[in-house]
């Protein structure tokens, strides 16, 4: 099994910067894929960014050229890199991964940005 954790949260104002962290442990061989979500109050899970085991990535509409996601393969650490953040950036993000084709989930990081 895999266990995440998140880390990185916080307040910030708008036009900040924050990166977040998403440590792996266990069996955190054979990695398939990992992503970012959030959630926020009466909005349904987004899917913020991905990353392929080739090393592909994709972002959401709403964060393209504002966050950036990254894994250091060797750490079993994948990162989000918020820039530019805004009001409506304020969600809980989740650290998803599949490792051999399960999925697993972190319990998520809260970020606060305010105007």
């Known amino acids: 099994q895999v266990h995440l954790v998140e880390s990185g949260g916080g307040s910030v104002q708008a036009g900040g910067s924050l990166r977040l962290a998403c440590v792996a442990s266990g069996d955190t061989f054979d990695f398939n894929y990992g992503a970012w979500y959030r959630q926020a109050p009466g909005k349904e899970r987004e899917l913020v960014a991905s990353?392929?085991?080739?090393?592909?990535?994709g972002h959401s509409d709403s964060v393209k050229g504002r966050f950036t996601i990254s894994r250091d393969n060797m750490e079993n650490t994948m990162y989000l890199q918020m820039s530019n953040l805004r009001p409506d950036d304020t969600a809980v993000y989740l650290c998803h991964a599949s490792y051999r084709w399960q999925n697993y989930w972190g319990q998520g990081t809260q970020v606060t940005v305010s105007s």
């Open positions: 990353i392929l085991n080739n090393g592909n990535t």
